[in-house]
T-cell receptor, first 115, second 111 residues
């Protein structure tokens, strides 16, 4: 069964450093998403991406964040200058379509630890 | 601010019993509703989606939606210890491009 994959599973970085989290969405899916979950808190939407551009973004997704689809399979989230409060699980998700009742499938996540 | 509310639990049920999980949402324009299961340290796993008022059954799971009351629920019949997890309610926005999640209900099924 097709699934969303993410690398790395765990990333440790120092405050102020840049990190890139990688995702391979399900192959026939067209909409991609990043969510985060701070330990013990709810899953929060960051950004959605379609047709090589951001479709929607939340207040969390400020100028330190960016997303990119560098090739036909990968979808990346870059955090330019990490802060302690960026420590969280980051989940990539994809859906066959968007703007309607389309199910989002989540990857296993990347645990980001900022020290 | 769009809100999705769930009882945090913990909810404990004996093996074989019915577990009932509830969710309310604030945004009347929401059209799509999803239940995810999340084991500790893992990612959300889609269990059910429901879009129309009424019941939708899939195996041991039944989702119920009442848009007038802005209420969605999940029933798990014949609960198994492997069902022990946190259950997340997710609601779409009017654009359908992002989900709002509740904080989840922790379910423990006691053997």
């Amino acid at each position: 069964e097709p699934e969303v994959t993410q690398t790395p599973s765990h990333q440790v970085t120092q405050m102020g450093q840049e990190v890139i989290l990688r995702c391979v969405p399900i192959s026939n899916h067209l909409y991609f998403y990043w969510y985060r979950q701070i330990l013990g808190q709810k899953v929060e939407f960051l950004v959605s991406f379609y047709n090589n551009e951001i479709s929607e973004k939340s207040e969390i997704f400020d100028d330190q964040f960016s997303v990119e689809r560098p090739d036909g399979s990968n979808f990346t989230l870059k955090i330019r200058s990490t802060k302690l409060e960026d420590s969280a699980m980051y989940f990539c998700a994809s859906s066959e379509w968007g703007g309607g009742p389309y199910e989002q499938y989540f990857g296993p996540g990347t645990r980001l630890t900022v020290t | 601010q769009k809100e999705v509310e769930q009882n945090s639990g913990p909810l404990s049920v004996p093996e074989g019993a019915i577990a009932s999980l509830n969710c309310t949402y604030s945004d009347r324009v929401s059209q799509s509703f999803f239940w995810y299961r999340q084991y500790s340290g893992k990612s959300p796993e889609l269990i059910m989606s429901i879009y129309s008022n009424g019941d939708k059954e899939d195996g041991r799971f039944t989702a119920q939606l009442n848009k007038a009351s802005q209420y969605v629920s999940l029933l798990i019949r014949d609960s198994q210890p492997s069902d022990s997890a946190t259950y997340l309610c997710a609601v779409d926005t009017n654009t359908g491009n992002q989900f709002y999640f509740g904080t989840g209900t922790s379910l423990t099924v006691i053997p």
